[in-house]
């Protein structure tokens, strides 16, 4: 049986009708979710401030796509293996109808630490330090595993792929400013949004995902939400032909060969916006290097190996993290009401004398990808989708007497129920706030 605390209480989801969706951002995780909205009959309109999809976090090139290695399976590992799955099954449904995205997938390679003993698993196979340093081309540093289908993408391919649909138009050069519930649920009205661009146009909605990265924080819904700006360099130079990198190599940083150029990366600055390229960055990128191989990164090991010796170019990004490192997903829940309602949880008083959460109607959230967009972006649209469409109920008996469900049918309807459930908890908007107000005042963090 099923039973959340109340602040983890998700509403009913309204019936939808006319199913119209708006999304706000057109990143990796507005894209995935206007594809899976679109693929369930909904109308999807893509608001984003830039020109076209994919400028700011998912801008990269190069994005690795690998699974998510750990020692024990956790809910937050399940997660992240499946968004890796999801992300792959995709990727090849969209260049299975045609589309053109720059990608291989022809494995990585994941160095270990000395001590580290992992479970076997089907994704990845241990290799030798000899037999990884054959596969990368070079000498590595250690031990390996290696991971089947894992890669990299161009992630502005991607998100164009996910946005061609005769249901979803990107509505670009439309940054929203402002964003305001106009009627509520109250006397039978459908709750509707309306959300005013940077010209104060206004657009109505009944139902919105906010998905715009670190643009999340411009809006008051959010802003209890611990979501900060975690800047990110990458850089690029020749690969060079003596001496070439064959398969991306991951460790404490990592190198992704693509055609003729090297991908380094990358930089991890907390609570930096600047989007301007740094040399020293690119020195921290090249010299992290030896951190992964055994010989040296240029032909010539009289070579500095300085930015401006190698002629390096790069780009910068800004990821949204939380800081649990997992996603900000579901149902965007009252902040001012949790507040109220919960302020006295650390006073440990039983669950049930607290009331069921409160959410804005019609609003979800869908970010916080961190350094994981690849394996976040494909499940978390899933989940949503599936939320949203009234997918996760579990089935009613009434229900069960209405229809020919087999007992077998039905104990997988109430497994994916179960799972989405579970995962939109594990994700809940509210739960650094609950955490918080968990500790006596004293021991809250600022
Ligand atoms: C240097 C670097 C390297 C990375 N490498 C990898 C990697 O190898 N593998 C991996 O999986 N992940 C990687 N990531 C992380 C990944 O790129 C991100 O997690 C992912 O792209 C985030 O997608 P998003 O859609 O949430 O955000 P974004 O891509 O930032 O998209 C947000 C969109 O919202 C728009 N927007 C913002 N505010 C508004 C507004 N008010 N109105 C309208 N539009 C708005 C923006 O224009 C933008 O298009 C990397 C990130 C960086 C910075």
């Avoid at 990845?124 to 089947?148: E, I, M, W």
């Avoid at 402002?178 to 039978?188: A, K, T, Y």
């Avoid at 002629?311 to 997903?329: H, K, N, T």
Wanted: glycine share 6%; net charge neutral.
């Amino acid at each position: 049986m099923l039973k959340p605390s109340p602040w983890f209480r998700l509403p009913d989801t309204p019936a939808a009708s006319p199913k119209r969706i708006s999304i706000i951002g057109a990143g990796l995780a507005g894209c995935f979710t206007a594809r899976e909205f679109a693929e369930r009959g909904w109308s999807v309109t893509v608001f984003d401030a830039a020109e076209h999809a994919a400028t700011q976090a998912s801008a990269n090139t190069a994005a690795l796509l690998r699974p998510h290695v750990t020692r024990d399976e956790t809910l937050a590992s399940r997660f992240f293996g499946e968004g890796f799955d999801a992300c792959n099954d995709r990727l090849q449904r969209l260049i299975n109808s045609g589309h053109r995205i720059q990608h291989e997938l022809e494995g990585v390679l994941l160095l270990l630490q000395a001590a580290a003993r992992y479970p076997e698993n089907p994704l990845y196979q241990f290799v030798s330090q000899t037999d990884a340093s054959k596969r990368a081309g070079l000498a590595v540093n250690a031990p390996a595993l290696f991971c089947h289908s894992a890669g990299w993408i161009n992630l502005p391919d991607l998100c164009c792929a996910l946005l061609d649909h005769a249901q979803i138009s990107l509505q670009a050069a439309t940054r929203i400013t402002n964003l305001e519930l106009v009627s509520s649920q109250n006397d039978n009205d459908s709750p509707t949004w309306r959300l005013t661009d940077q010209d104060h146009i206004p657009y109505l909605s009944q139902h919105v995902v906010l998905a715009c990265g670190i643009g999340l924080g411009s809006f008051d819904v959010c802003a209890d939400l611990p979501i900060s700006p975690v800047r990110g360099q990458i850089t690029q130079r020749d690969n060079p032909p003596d001496n070439k990198l064959t398969l991306p190599v991951c460790g404490r940083s990592y190198a992704v060969p693509v055609g003729d150029r090297l991908v380094l990366g990358s930089t991890y600055d907390r609570n930096d916006r600047d989007l301007q390229i740094r040399p020293v960055d690119h020195e921290a990128n090249l010299a992290s290097w030896q951190h992964l191989f055994a010989q040296p990164l240029a032909a010539d090991p009289s070579t500095k190996n300085t930015a401006s010796d190698l002629q390096c170019e790069g780009w910068v990004g800004i990821r949204a993290s939380s800081p649990d490192r997992l996603p900000v997903l579901g149902p965007m829940p009252d902040m001012t009401f949790y507040r109220e309602q919960y302020h006295s949880l650390h006073h440990g008083r039983r669950t049930e004398e607290f009331p069921g959460a409160r959410y804005w109607p019609g609003l979800y959230i869908n970010g916080a990808y961190g350094s994981r967009g690849t394996n976040c972006a494909g499940r978390c649209a899933e989940l949503l989708a599936d939320y949203v469409c009234h997918r996760h109920r579990l089935p009613t008996p009434e229900h069960t007497a209405q229809t020919e469900h087999t007992a077998q049918s039905q104990s997988v309807v109430g497994d994916q129920t179960k799972n989405t459930l579970k995962y939109l908890e594990l994700l809940h908007p509210a739960r650094f706030l609950i955490r918080q107000l968990k500790k006596a005042p004293a021991h809250r963090q600022p």
